[in-house]
């Protein structure tokens, strides 16, 4: 034993473990009546956590739940059962399955994601993208899907799409139209706006506040890509991003 065992660290692990164990999110007052904290400190524990991307926080429950920071936080000995291994099958059937690049990109900080894994066809010419590479979080198809979830007002919304870079004209107007059909059919596409000749299909991955922590994308050239074979793979997307969702929040639900 240490000589001296730090109080609030060990509190805070006690309440990260209690998230990892609960089966649904939990309010604080819950938390701190189980593991007999004060609710003051408990509370500045869970904020800390949520700070820190350990837990995520649901304004209108006010619940908590654990935070993929989490699973950054242990990939490195993690990575054989992570997210990235249980999603790189489904990036591989995409992209053989309609010839395809497939890739899941992850939520960060600062609104922008990254791209972590990649699945190619064999095509003798398809699109290549860089594992590491990031983009601003409601870029392209992938930022329609971050949009839809975000909670943010339309003002919030249009502030943001100020500072995006687009190689062909899109009005807000229409990319607010564009986020309100996500919400409907679960997928977004982008036609060659982002990058002119290209069109991209995502759908995203939802943590158990129905928060959206990963995005899965399909890309290819939009002179091959008829209207049935984007329907047919947004379809697709959104069943497996739909099925990844539920498996990481310990849940049978489905959003088909």
Not at 97 to 124: I, K, P
Request: charged share 25%.
């Amino acid at each position: 034993m240490p000589e001296k065992l730090v109080g609030a660290l060990i509190s805070g692990l006690a309440v990260l473990r209690y998230l990892v164990a609960a089966q649904a999110p939990v309010g604080v007052t819950r938390i701190a009546r189980d593991l007999e904290l004060n609710p003051s400190t408990c509370f500045n524990l869970l904020k800390t956590l949520v700070h820190e991307g350990l837990a995520v926080f649901d304004e209108a429950t006010k619940t908590y739940a654990v935070g993929m920071g989490l699973l950054a936080l242990a990939k490195g000995t993690l990575e054989p059962v992570s997210y990235i291994a249980m999603v790189r099958p489904h990036l591989r059937e995409v992209a053989v399955n309609h010839r395809v690049t497939c890739t899941l990109w992850h939520v960060m900080r600062g609104e922008r994601v990254v791209l972590v894994d990649r699945a190619d066809n064999d095509a003798a010419i398809r699109v290549h993208m860089s594992i590491g590479q990031r983009l601003p979080m409601y870029i392209a198809a992938l930022g329609r899907c971050m949009a839809a979830h975000s909670g943010l007002t339309p003002s919030e919304l249009r502030a943001r799409f100020a500072r995006l870079r687009w190689e062909d004209e899109l009005t807000f107007e229409t990319y607010l139209a564009e986020v309100e059909e996500v919400r409907k059919r679960g997928y977004a596409v982008d036609l060659g706006r982002y990058v002119k000749g290209v069109t991209t299909v995502s759908s995203v991955v939802l943590d158990a506040l129905d928060k959206p922590v990963m995005a899965i994308s399909a890309v290819g050239f939009g002179a091959q890509m008829s209207k049935a074979r984007v329907k047919a793979l947004g379809e697709d997307l959104r069943h497996r991003a739909a099925g990844i969702s539920a498996a990481m929040a310990g849940q049978s639900r489905s959003r088909s």
